[in-house]
């Protein structure tokens, strides 16, 4: 599967931004979908995923902040992302797994990044 990643830019702190990522191929639908983040100078870092069956994960630094969904119709998973913080700046990643994984070996596709900067 190929993944498009989309929807960055620059957004002052306590705005909101919404990411998409449109999937390439017939079996979307048979994924976990995630969401990774890499900021200058650190390590690329798991921020939530979606199973097939739509139950959510996040890391703690997001949750109650970022929301992931998708829509198998269209192919697409999204990462909405609300109340954002300087510390949020980073490379946002899509990727897709066979199974439910927080870790980043166990993504076998990648999306190139999309670049969400956030100021104070």
């Known amino acids: 599967v190929q993944l498009q990643a989309s929807g960055g830019g620059l957004v002052q702190a306590g705005g909101s931004l919404r990411l998409s990522c449109a999937a390439s191929?017939?079996?979307?639908?048979?994924?976990?979908m995630g969401w990774f983040r890499q900021a200058p100078g650190k390590e690329r870092e798991f921020v939530a995923a979606i199973s097939r069956r739509n139950t959510t994960y996040y890391a703690d630094s997001v949750k109650g902040r970022f929301a992931i969904s998708r829509d198998n119709a269209k192919n697409t998973v999204y990462l909405q992302m609300n109340s954002l913080k300087p510390e949020d700046t980073a490379n946002y990643y899509c990727?897709?797994?066979?199974?439910?994984?927080?870790?980043?070996?166990?993504?076998?596709?990648w999306g190139q990044g999309t670049l969400v900067t956030v100021s104070s």
């Open positions: 191929g017939r079996t979307f639908s048979r994924y976990v």
């Open positions: 990727a897709a797994a066979e199974i439910v994984t927080r870790e980043n070996g166990g993504y076998g596709y």
